[in-house]
């Protein structure tokens, strides 16, 4: 019904900076909350980021704040995470999520799923 692809992963030396896109494709997310969590090998899924579906608030997992910043363009059904200053510990394989809520949380996951892009960052 609703595809979520994720990419711009790559390798980056730590203090760079990367940029993310997910991609929907199907129905419109504009009514939906979107959102990112993250995985390394051997760990549990954390939360990231999330922001509402018109824009309005976002909210973010304490490990990211005033490093990453979450956007999204309902007209194009595509959500984007900037990440700066990057550090090896944001390492990890990064999924996209979408979910019928106002924001999403660690405690609120999405609906739907994307297969994730892998960042890695090097010392």
């Known amino acids: 019904q609703v595809q979520l692809v994720e990419s711009g992963g790559g390798l980056v030396q730590a203090g760079g900076s990367l940029r993310l896109s997910c991609a929907a494709s199907?129905?419109?997310?504009?009514?939906?909350?979107m959102g990112w969590f993250r995985q390394a090998p051997g760990k549990e899924r954390e939360f990231v980021t999330s922001?509402?579906?018109?824009?309005?608030?976002?909210n973010y997992a304490a490990s990211v704040k005033g490093r990453f910043t979450i956007s999204r363009d309902n007209a194009k059904n595509t959500v984007y995470l900037q990440m700066n200053s990057l550090k090896p510990e944001d390492t990890a394989n990064y999924y996209c999520?979408?979910?019928?809520?106002?924001?999403?949380?660690?405690?609120?996951?999405?609906?739907?799923w994307g297969k994730g892009t892998l960042v890695t960052v090097s010392s």
């Open positions: 999520a979408a979910g019928s809520r106002y924001l999403l949380s660690s405690g609120t996951a999405g609906d739907y």
């Open positions: 199907g129905r419109t997310l504009s009514n939906y909350a």
């Open positions: 922001i509402s579906w018109n824009g309005g608030s976002t």
